[in-house]
């Protein structure tokens, strides 16, 4: 069941939708009118939401070609999104349009930016080191052909 692709993408989901919900139950708990700590709590939020989507990515571009992992984690992070902006705001006792089109949108902007900078640097960061799936492909080939002998063509 762990193997199969829709588990992996509903887990990364469910893990983005833990997130949002934990930030969202700490101002609501201990911080019900502050609006500084609303906007200290969504500012971690995001930062927490592109930092996992930064390493997943970092981890999973060691593995597997990106056409196998940008799928996962692209619906994987649109599913958090999903449920961040949909049932996010019943956590925090109101509704996905209680605050206006304007802030659903806007919602739904800075968490698409937060999770295309994450899952970029991520990936980044992999080739540049010299890990990703590619680079190491390469490395692989290169060493493969150093080590046999050049063949001889006789006629």
């Known amino acids: 069941m762990r193997e199969q692709r829709w588990f992996r993408i509903t887990v ?3 893990a983005l939708f ?5 930030a969202r139950l700490v101002v609501r708990i201990g911080f019900d009118d502050s609006d500084i700590a609303q906007n200290r709590a969504t500012i971690v939020m995001f930062v927490l939401i592109a930092l996992v989507l930064g390493v997943l990515t970092f981890i999973r571009s060691q593995q597997v070609r990106p056409s196998s992992w940008l799928p996962d984690i692209g619906f994987g992070a649109l599913g ?26 806007a919602q739904i902007w800075l968490y698409s930016a937060c999770a295309i ?7 980044w960061v992999a080739v540049l080191l010299g890990r990703d799936y590619r680079s190491k492909s390469l490395k692989a080939f290169t060493a493969a052909r150093a080590t046999r002998p050049r063949r001889v063509v006789r006629r």
Do not use: E, K
Request: aromatic letters at 12%; zero cysteines.
């Open 12 to 14: 990364l989901a469910v």
């Open 18 to 22: 833990a997130i949002n919900a934990v």
């Open 80 to 105: 958090g999104m999903l449920l961040t902006v949909l049932l996010g705001p019943f956590i925090s006792g109101n509704g996905p349009f209680a605050s206006g089109a304007g802030d659903f949108f």
């Open 117 to 123: 900078v994450g899952t970029v640097l991520g990936y």
